[in-house]
């Protein structure tokens, strides 16, 4: 048997950095309210099409403001509610600008949909004029307003049809007409779209604004869920809306494009499978490159064609085949451009960047080595330098590369540590956020070519000179080898007065996500409850088990078909490795999580051999089957392909199994993993005989925040914890 260690990463804290020689003690109060949250740069820096200037609102949300990057100076004043005429607001929630910068679309009182999807109060700015009118000529709320490249015109949805805002004439267009909740929606997506792809958005308009590409989603045959709205008064209301589990039917999409000069519209047959998937549509360079990207139900197959927009007439331009399944992540990040596209793919085992021409020819592999590209950034295409983030050094890291047309590479994010970039639209400038588990984010702008940092935009000095005064534990990057021989990343924060001889035993608490190439052990700062914990008494350990990413394709793949079989017995073997440490009390292990984290914790006290006294399961899905079509399939393929694996990583169905004190939490008014999945987990602990705790949250979605809500939960879970642990 392979020798069970521990092994510390070279890692040290500076001064006043994350290990403070305070003594104030953390209260609960200060995670939950955001004590310690860390300050962003001053407004959303927004690059301008020229590249030497940025926009921002300012911090009232009363104007937007255009400053240069070179000086940081403002240089003009684009819209300010105090001078506009007819300005029948005070404040505005966001803005969007056209590309000449002659309308500006303003939104307010925006209504939550789902995760990213909301509709707002929303007006248009005539720049020339200083005249601001509601956007629909009835001022209702829309969605999606989407600028035509010429800036003329502006395409949105209301009530599940396309519309069209003409600037020049002041008047609307409807397009379609069908459009009905719960059974046809066009331009905007379903749920499933929305969660899985991160996707609100399925129109496209043309390079010369002649035409307006759109998806047409018919829901009508996909299962309907209804979920209970208690509210205040004496009687609850349903929310009905379409949710595709395993198994069952998914939306049928269709790709349509709209005329505007002849005001026709044209269905295009689209080769893909009736149960299969159009995430993204965008026009490549030329107005007759629709390029639609199609995934089959099964998601290991990606098509990106060409398709002409008045024509009709489809060409396959690239054709990507996986073993397991395509991310699809890597399907939105394409980027097209005259000299063709940059697509990352994992046919090497790792995420690396390649090269395609315009008619979809490999060119060249940019990237390679066993490591993986994290974000594709863009191309400059005066230089054709590619930029790009990867975690080249080490999975717990991040760092900015440029690579040029000659191969060579630049690092240009030399700190150790998480970095990340956002360039202006020429590549001339780019703002660098940094951050490791000792400095809260340090944001700065630097000039590109010279690496010359022009000015710091945040440095976070108030939140550092306040932990000064706190006795802050320190958190540490360690490797877990466990007995099987794998090696875990992990973090572990001890108490500050921690007695290391063995003489006094720890309790542990182990917190985890674990989700399909997800990481939570990386090294960036972040003051959250496992500090509180630390304050009294526990030490808290956080692990990314098998599955999780930026280690590779076969890492992060190889639960395909068996998800949360090998994520709960890497949790379980975590433990029973922290229990050799002297000052860890083995028989005090607790573990917790949130969603696919929830799952995770149950599963690892159903199938971990005992090793958890107590654990803490919020929003758990409980078995694969009750999860939607997109996300479940894409790792565990269909419950009629693969009911072994849907069965066997299953804590509904072993509910009997469970082992250790458990608190479930869940909120009623969860759209993304239903309340009912608690409910029947709870029925199926009831039945095998297992007392549990349970603490409901009344019309709390997914997130289970508001009002007091927070505190009152990790309030729960804190006493859980004391008691059991």
Not at 168 to 176: G, N, P
Not at 554 to 562: E, G, I, V
């Amino acid at each position: 048997m392979k020798q069970i260690t521990l092994l510390i990463l070279g890692l040290t804290l500076t001064a006043g950095a994350a290990a403070q020689s305070g003594n104030k003690r953390i209260t609960l109060s200060d995670v939950v309210n955001g004590a310690f949250g860390q300050r962003g740069a001053s407004g959303e820096m927004r690059t301008t099409p020229d590249g030497e200037h940025f926009t921002a609102a300012n911090r009232e949300r009363t104007a937007i403001i255009r400053f240069s990057y070179a000086t940081g100076q403002p240089t003009d004043t684009l819209f300010n509610v105090r001078n506009a005429r007819e300005c029948p607001f005070e404040s505005f929630e966001g803005y969007q600008i056209s590309s000449t910068g002659h309308h500006i679309l303003l939104w307010r009182e925006r209504e939550q949909i789902y995760r990213h999807s909301y509709r707002a109060s929303t007006y248009e700015y005539d720049t020339r004029r200083r005249m601001v009118k509601p956007l629909n000529s009835e001022d209702q709320k829309v969605m999606i307003p989407t600028f035509s490249p010429d800036g003329r015109m502006c395409a949105y949805v209301l009530d599940n049809n396309i519309w069209i805002k003409k600037f020049d004439y002041d008047t609307e267009a409807q397009v379609t007409f069908d459009g009905l909740k719960n059974h046809i929606i066009n331009g905007a997506t379903d749920w499933v779209y929305e969660e899985e792809f991160a996707v609100t958005n399925l129109m496209a308009w043309s390079p010369d604004s002649e035409y307006l590409a759109y998806v047409r989603s018919d829901e009508s045959d996909v299962p309907e869920y209804s979920m209970a709205i208690y509210g205040d008064s004496y009687y609850p209301s349903d929310e009905r809306f379409k949710y595709p589990k395993a198994g069952e039917n998914n939306s049928l999409v269709s790709l349509h494009t709209y005329c505007i000069e002849t005001k026709e519209t044209n269905h295009l047959q689209t080769p893909v499978d009736a149960s299969g998937y159009i995430p993204y549509i965008r026009f490549a360079a030329e107005p007759s490159q629709l390029a639609v990207m199609t995934l089959n139900r099964r998601q290991n197959i990606f098509n990106l064609y060409h398709a002409n927009p008045k024509s009709g007439v489809f060409k396959l331009i690239l054709k990507d085949e996986n073993k397991a399944y395509i991310d699809s992540d890597w399907m939105n990040a394409i980027q097209f451009s005259k000299s063709g596209f940059l697509y990352v793919s994992e046919r090497d085992g790792y995420a690396h960047i390649y090269q395609y021409s315009p008619t979809g020819a490999l060119l060249k592999q940019i990237t390679s080595g066993n490591w993986d590209v994290t974000r594709l950034i863009g191309k400059d295409e005066t230089t054709g330098t590619v930029y790009y983030e990867s975690a080249e050094e080490s999975p717990l890291r991040r760092a900015v590369w440029s690579i040029d047309s000659k191969n060579k590479k630049t690092l240009l994010t030399p700190r150790k540590g998480s970095n990340s970039a956002s360039f202006s639209s020429n590549f001339k400038y780019f703002v660098n956020t940094f951050t490791d588990v000792n400095t809260p984010l340090q944001i700065a702008l630097f000039e590109t070519k010279t690496l010359k940092q022009l000015r710091s935009l945040q440095d976070n000095a108030e939140l550092r000179a306040k932990l000064a005064d706190y006795a802050v534990a320190k958190k540490e990057l360690i490797v877990i080898t466990t007995a099987a021989g794998e090696d875990l990343n992990a973090w572990i924060v001890k108490p500050t007065n921690l007695d290391a001889s063995g003489s006094k035993k720890y309790p542990v608490v182990m917190f985890q996500y674990s989700g399909p190439n997800s990481q939570s052990v990386q090294d960036r700062f972040g003051i959250d409850w496992e500090q509180y914990l630390a304050a009294n008494g526990y030490v808290c350990v956080c692990v990314d088990g098998r599955g999780t990413g930026a280690r590779g394709e076969a890492f992060r793949k190889c639960t395909y078909l068996r998800m949360g079989y090998f994520e709960a017995r890497d949790q379980a073997a975590a433990a029973v490795a922290l229990s050799k440490l002297p000052y860890i009390d083995g028989k005090r292990i607790a573990i917790w999580g949130w969603s696919f984290g929830g799952y995770n914790t149950l599963a690892a006290m159903t199938f971990g051999n005992g090793v958890f006294k107590a654990g803490i399961a919020v929003a758990p899905p409980v078995d694969w089957r009750y999860y939607d079509t997109v996300y479940t399939e894409r790792f565990m393929r269909t419950p009629n392909e693969n009911s072994k694996g849907y069965d066997e990583t299953s804590p509904l169905k072993h509910a009997a199994e469970l082992q250790g004190k458990l608190l479930l939490v869940h909120g009623t008014a969860d759209d993304n993993v239903h309340f009912k999945q608690s409910m029947d987990y709870a029925e199926a602990l009831v039945q095998a005989g297992k007392q549990f705790e349970m603490q409901m949250y009344r019309d709390r979605n997914h997130g289970i925040g508001g009002g007091n809500t927070r505190m009152h939960l990790y309030t729960r879970m804190s006493e859980f914890l004391l008691r059991e642990l």
